[in-house]
């Protein structure tokens, strides 16, 4: 029977691309290690911010287009001259003559942007921003169907998951917003949660208001060059790196997300200081969530913003944190120089558990400070950028970037990086193997190959040597990491394939030398889309070995029916996925469309089916309504998880709601 199923899914997927043009991105650039870090739900959640909030092409600045992972510097500098030149773009089909801009890269910039009509020229008038705002108001809410063991006994609140978010926007010129944010199990105005969410984020920002570039005020993320000493944004990992050729980016930004750390609380602005010289400042002061130690003093600072029970309800805010910093950048004809300087302080000492060897590096006190130089030039065929970085820890990162275009169709290029085992900065978040920047030297090459149009290859290559013990290696190791991915879009279809090796070091089973893990990960996907009905079919493979095997496999189908009824706009969708894995060694992940701002990349192992229905109603532009509901139902197992999160059954089942309202 269930072979049957499986073949029934890949001919249903034959005959009918559906996913959304970045989301599909999203899932593209992922890998397993990716999807199941932080960053990467900050990420999805950022551009979802940004797609439900365009900007206007023909306004756009270098800062707006650098918010986009997928353009390379030279994309960048491409389209701003393209419209400087010629003016004003009329339609989006005008983008097909900017030549060094693909079809899919082409396609990813219309999720991002719209084509503005004639605007006034310097920031607009109070009046016409008030007059011509739009509101936004999304309110989320998830339903489970089924008990935790904490939903009986140990969580604080109620089993429903729920956010409301409000933004303010005109144009590229104002946005500000608030989001309350509330986990399952979450008091809800209640202990400690008197003023109803267990979250919230406000933010403001302006932009381009004569030399004043950017003024954010509130919660807010920045990131400059390639976040070796300041990033609390994201970074999309070593397809992303080859995406983007290695650009290097320096930006501030609201902090509209859900996502309860890695951000910044104050005041940030960039201004003009003379044609091609920027100037930013930023100052913050936050509670954070953290681990204290017996005597006071901070073990661990927590990211998670998890605060069900009564222990993590005691971590919640029992620390805060001091930062300021500047950055300095210059650009001119390609050439591009900065300097990054922060400072921060803890109210407790930092003492990390150092009784495990592979911490005996982790920042430590409680003063910090980083600087950084970053360099770099942007060429029709060539592009250099790089970053070298120390600190209080008087120890040494740098990471390099050299890309090649020697061919239209092609381009090359290469990372080095060499992270010291004693560097650290609190904010840093940087291209790496080992999701450090400490203790870490590689080199990564990587191709982009497109002989067609509508053809596309993708291959990287990653060497990492970790001097140092790190997690579940216990001593000096290495892993090496390659990729080739195509991608074929045949007019109404998408075809696309993927396979990674990757060959890493770990601690043998009695800890007394390493022995290599290998992972082979593999995908098929095929889609057609005619504008009414589309699919996605997809099958994916798993197989890891060290001393034991384990192999795993699924097949998924999406089916949409796109329709229209007088002024509203309808849309089903139905997906349906069998997995079948050895273990947790071969788990497997797929995108899976959901709310908007919906992290959807859910992640399987064992054996089971995961089906699900979503419906969406555009009654106007002002309106929408979406409602999904979902069952991952296991064979192998009659209890689901472990400690509060188990459930004593072998399906869960959650209902989705969220309605959307815009003026």
């Not at 936004?136 to 969580?155: Q, S």
């Not at 892993?479 to 090796?501: A, F, N």
């Not at 296991?634 to 509060?644: A, K, M, P, S």
Request: aromatic share 14%; proline share 2%.
């Amino acid at each position: 029977m269930r072979i049957l199923l499986t073949i029934m899914l890949f001919a249903c997927g034959l005959s009918s691309w559906a996913q959304d043009g970045w989301q599909q991105y999203m899932d593209k650039t992922g890998n397993l290690e990716d999807v199941e870090t932080a960053g990467w739900e900050a990420a999805y959640e950022t551009l979802s911010e940004l797609a439900e909030h365009p900007f206007d092409i023909n306004t756009a600045t270098r800062d707006d287009l650098s918010q986009l992972p997928f353009l390379t510097a030279q994309e960048v500098e491409d389209i701003i001259a393209f419209v400087n030149f010629y003016g004003p773009l009329k339609s989006a089909g005008e983008l097909a003559m900017i030549r060094n801009l693909s079809y899919e890269k082409r396609q990813l910039l219309l999720c991002f942007i719209y084509i503005g009509k004639e605007q006034e020229q310097g920031f607009p008038k109070l009046e016409n921003i008030l007059k011509y705002g739009t509101h936004t108001l999304t309110a989320t809410a998830k339903i489970p169907f089924y008990e935790r063991e904490g939903d009986k006994n140990g969580y604080l609140g109620y089993p429903y998951r729920h956010n409301l978010r409000y933004t303010f926007s005109y144009g590229n010129a104002v946005k500000a917003g608030i989001v309350g944010a509330q986990d399952a199990g979450e008091p809800f105005f209640a202990n400690r949660n008197k003023a109803g969410y267990d979250f919230y984020s406000f933010y403001a920002m302006i932009k381009n208001m004569g030399r004043l570039k950017t003024l954010v005020l509130g919660r807010y993320r920045a990131n400059f060059a390639h976040g070796l000493v300041m990033n609390t944004d994201f970074s999309l990992g070593k397809i992303g790196m080859l995406a983007n050729l290695g650009r290097n980016q320096n930006q501030l930004r609201p902090h509209s997300s859900t996502m309860q750390a890695n951000y910044l609380q104050g005041a940030a602005a960039t201004v003009e200081v003379a044609k091609g010289l920027d100037a930013t400042a930023f100052v913050s002061w936050r509670y954070i969530d953290a681990t204290l130690n017996d005597s006071g003093r901070i073990q661990t600072i927590r990211t998670d913003g998890y605060h069900r029970t009564v222990n993590e309800m005691d971590h919640k805010d029992n620390a805060s944190q001091l930062c300021g910093g500047t950055h300095l950048g210059f650009f001119s004809k390609g050439f591009h120089a900065g300097l990054t300087a922060t400072y921060s302080r803890l109210n407790e000492d930092l003492r990390p558990a150092t009784s495990a060897i592979y911490r005996y590096y982790y920042a430590s006190g409680n003063n910090f400070w980083n600087a950084s130089v970053d360099y770099g030039y942007t060429g029709a065929k060539f592009t250099v950028s790089g970053e070298t970085a120390t600190g209080g820890c008087g120890a040494l990162a740098t990471l390099n970037t050299l890309s090649w275009k020697p061919l239209q169709e092609l381009s090359l290029m290469a990372v080095q990086r060499f992270y010291s085992k004693s560097y650290y900065s609190l904010f840093s978040e940087g291209f790496s193997d080992g999701g450090r920047v400490q203790n870490e030297s590689g080199i990564y090459i990587g191709a982009n190959w497109q002989p067609m149009r509508r053809l596309q290859f993708s291959a990287y290559t990653d060497y990492a040597y970790f001097p140092w013990p790190r997690y579940q290696v216990s001593q000096a190791s290495h892993s090496w990491d390659h990729l080739v991915q195509m991608t074929w879009m045949p007019e109404k279809w998408k075809i696309g394939m993927r396979y990674r090796l990757k060959r890493r070091e770990t601690d043998s089973s009695d800890k007394s030398s390493l022995v290599w893990k290998n992972e082979h990960r593999g995908r098929l996907s095929i889609g057609y889309d005619d504008g009414t009905w589309s699919s996605q079919t997809q099958g994916d493979m798993a197989y890891s070995k060290t001393v034991e095997r384990s192999f795993g496999w699924m097949v998924s189908e999406q089916l949409q029916l796109r329709a229209q009824w007088a002024k509203s706009k309808w849309t089903a969708t139905a997906g349906i996925a069998y997995f079948h894995t050895d273990d947790l060694d071969s788990r497997l992940y797929t995108y899976e469309r959901g709310m908007l701002y919906g992290f959807n990349f859910p992640m399987f192992y064992g054996e089971g089916i995961r089906h699900w229905l979503m419906a969406k109603a555009e009654f106007s532009s002002r309106l929408m309504v979406t409602a999904k509901i979902g069952t991952t139902n296991y064979f192998d197992r009659t209890v689901i998880g472990t400690g509060y999160q188990q459930v004593n059954h072998s399906a869960m089942t959650d209902l989705e709601l969220q309605l959307r309202w815009k003026i």
